[in-house]
């Protein structure tokens, strides 16, 4: 494992946690919130943080309210656009392509 | 019309909207970047058509040329990447000024979609490419992390930095809207 995969806060004791897989505290958790989000830690540390935040009354209201962040920034950020200049001058385009293919084909 | 030029403008160019949309939250809301990108997407995939599956997922197909298009023309374009200063504040978690009035977050969805499409596009290039590669893509920090060609942990940082960005921005936007009463 490179620096740039390790959890932050694994190996590090803060009181909470310990290096052998036992309790998350609340600092470590809350630290790899975007991480456990995006299903990017190890399947390992990531049930202990499964595990901190399903009893723990200040890290799950906390990773709900991330999580929501998350899917309303999906949700509103894939927004199509229109322009019909574009969709003109794609049609041109296209029909040029066609030219070129039709005589390359004599 | 050719039959190819029909399966092109059944399965493909139907989703033109898409991608110009996909587009302006590459350049950041350029709009003639935009369009060239878009252009020279649909053009590749007009000249590889004969490649392309039928029935398989078109919109999938046109999306990674085209974000293949943009990090390759961003790649010999690149000047000197200008390092984006921390800002303190500007990437601080939101949750805590809001755990007491609105712990769901539901003022979210107050906020009109111009608003967040605002506020990404106007993120720096560095944070901008990540963002729209993640959350609005979809894609891993490993597959980030390769395509442009900068370490995992770098594109954790930019990330979750540019995510602090967003909400801090939305946040003050709610604030200043009356959606939200800004907290301590
Ligand atoms: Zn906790």
Not at chain 1, 23 to 45: Q, R
Not at chain 2, 82 to 87: A, G, H, K, T, W
Not at chain 2, 113 to 135: K, S, T, Y
């Amino acid at each position: 494992m490179t620096d740039d995969q390790r959890p932050p806060g694994q190996g590090v004791d803060r009181g909470g946690g310990s290096a052998a897989g036992g309790a998350l505290g609340c600092e470590d958790a809350m630290k790899s919130v975007f991480e456990y989000l995006d299903g990017e830690l190890p399947p390992n540390y990531s049930e202990r943080v499964r595990r901190h935040i399903e009893m723990c009354k200040r890290c799950y209201p906390y990773f709900n309210f991330e999580q929501a962040f998350l899917d309303y920034l999906h949700d509103r950020g894939v927004k199509p656009a229109r322009s019909d200049r574009l969709e003109e001058r794609l049609r041109t385009l296209l029909g040029e392509v066609d030219t070129e293919e039709a005589e390359g084909c004599d | 019309m050719s039959e190819k030029r029909e399966g092109f403008e059944a399965e493909a160019l139907i989703h033109l909207d898409g991608l110009y949309g996909l587009a302006l939250r590459f350049t950041g809301g350029d709009d003639a970047a935009a369009q060239d990108l878009v252009q020279d997407t649909m053009l590749k995939a007009y000249r590889a058509w004969d490649n392309f599956q039928s029935g398989t997922n078109c919109r999938a197909w046109l999306t990674t040329i085209l974000r293949n298009t943009f990090i390759n023309d961003l790649r010999r374009t690149q000047k000197r990447p200008v390092p984006v200063e921390f800002d303190e504040v500007a990437e601080r978690p939101i949750y805590p000024q809001l755990q007491g009035t609105d712990p769901e977050g539901r003022f979210f969805e107050r906020i009109v979609d111009e608003e967040v499409i605002r506020a990404i596009e106007e993120l720096p290039e560095d944070f901008r490419v990540p963002v729209v590669l993640a959350d609005l893509e979809g894609l891993g920090y490993q597959e980030i992390s390769e395509l442009l060609e900068i370490p995992v942990g770098t594109v954790k940082s930019r990330l979750f930095r540019a995510r602090r960005r967003l909400q801090q921005r939305l946040y003050s936007y709610a604030v200043e809207m009356g959606y939200i009463r800004r907290g301590e």
